[in-house]
């Protein structure tokens, strides 16, 4: 009897597992639809003391949405001549670069000994 009970909890225990890796899953696939369907974006990756990429590009004029994913370390980014700044309280922000040119993007939140490095460009053409 105490054999039957266990295993019934155990089989329950395995299902509501189940329905929280599936929950998960739909959440980021609906995520990522959204991320599709949306206009033009750049998403910058900070890991610890650098960017993902040297260098972004834009039109000039275009309307799109940057945004912050920290996958390591904890970091801040401003755009220099913009009013975009992101952070963990405001992961992503629409803006317009009306002139084209260079916008210089640095990590405004102290992270480390390589801070001063963290820097990368989007250039708007």
Excluded at 9 to 18: E, P, R, S, T, V
Excluded at 48 to 70: C, H, I, R, W
């Amino acid at each position: 009897m105490q054999k039957w009970a266990m295993f019934s909890l155990f089989i329950i225990a395995c299902l509501l597992g189940a329905g929280v890796l599936f929950q998960n899953i739909s959440a980021r696939q609906a995520e990522m639809a959204k991320e599709e369907t949306a206009g033009p974006s750049i998403k910058f990756v900070a890991t610890n003391y650098q960017f993902d990429k040297p260098e972004y590009t834009a039109k000039a004029g275009e309307k799109m949405t940057v945004s912050l994913m920290n996958k390591e370390g904890l970091h801040a980014l401003e755009i220099v001549g913009t009013n975009v700044k992101l952070d963990n309280n405001t992961k992503s922000m629409d803006v317009t670069f009306d002139k084209p040119g260079t916008y210089e993007v640095h990590c405004v939140l102290p992270c480390g000994p390589g801070h001063a490095d963290m820097k990368t460009k989007i250039v708007v053409s």
